[in-house]
């Protein structure tokens, strides 16, 4: 793997920003930025997997960082979180937004909510190896992923539980 410069590090370093610990945020501020770094994982793939006219990309991108979306893969990777993000998870999970979803139920929400909670931690503690992996196998787990053989599969195929299925 091609090492790059941290983008984190970088923003820090160009806009003269103290560094905080990761813990010392809020969870609503680590779901806050892990929103936008899923956001940016996810385009990510979607536009390196094939040259798509923008409208597509976005309604992929939109299908894939709603709360149901989010919601799925959380539960796809939960067993694989360490206890440290499981904990982080339930405090993202655990708090209390102040705004309502607009397109999904409240549990939904709040299940998302934890999840970029998860995502900003491991963004902000420079952990994006773990982070990639874990939105990878939820890409793979999730059923409905919304795009199609962006993780390698065959396309036309997916699987949630070992076996492998035709569409």
Known sequence: MA???NLRLLIMERFLLKEH???QYSPLNLAFIGDSVYDLVIKTVLIETANRPVNILQKKTSSMVK???QAAMLDAVYDELTEEEKKIFRRGR????GTKAKNAD??????ATGFEAVMGYLYLTDRLERM???I???LERTEDTGARNTTGRR???HSTDGQTKRE
């Open 3 to 5: 090492q790059g410069l």
């Open 21 to 23: 610990e990761a813990q």
């Open 67 to 69: 709360a149901d979306f």
């Open 94 to 97: 655990n708090s209390k937004p």
């Open 106 to 111: 409240h549990k939904s929400y709040l299940k």
């Open 132 to 134: 990639t992996e874990l």
């Open 136 to 138: 990878r196998l939820g």
């Open 155 to 157: 396309k036309g195929t």
